[in-house]
């Protein structure tokens, strides 16, 4: 069993950056790792995700603006986070999947005036 732990959320003005990090208790070698997000009575929705051979797939809507990354020798994954709006605010998780998928506990971002 892996868990997740995020850091790195927060509060940020429009246009913005913050990096999210999200630590693992064990390897995240074999794993596809990715970045989610969810509003208040929303479904969650991919954001990005980058395999163990370090492919990445970026949702339309932060495509250009945010960047996933993975360090395997530290057990983390990352999400740069540029140019950010107001629409981008909400809870992020962050996840490992394999046969099973595990969860961080989600990091709050708002981006406000």
């Known amino acids: 069993q892996v868990r997740l732990v995020e850091s790195g959320g927060g509060l940020v003005q429009p246009g913005g950056s913050l990096r999210l990090s999200c630590a693992a208790s064990?390897?995240?070698?074999?794993?596809?790792v990715g970045w989610y997000r969810q509003a208040p009575g929303e479904q969650r929705e991919l954001v990005a995700t980058?395999?163990?051979?370090?492919?990445?797939v970026y949702a339309d809507s932060v495509k250009g603006r945010f960047t996933i990354s993975r360090d395997n020798a530290k057990n983390s994954m990352y999400l740069q986070m540029n140019s950010l709006k107001p629409e981008d605010t909400d809870v992020y998780y962050c996840?490992?999947?394999?046969?099973?998928?595990?969860w961080g506990q989600g990091a709050q971002v708002t981006v406000s005036s």
């Open positions: 980058i395999t163990s051979g370090g492919s990445t």
């Open positions: 064990g390897p995240l070698t074999f794993y596809a």
């Open positions: 996840n490992a999947n394999d046969c099973v998928s595990y």
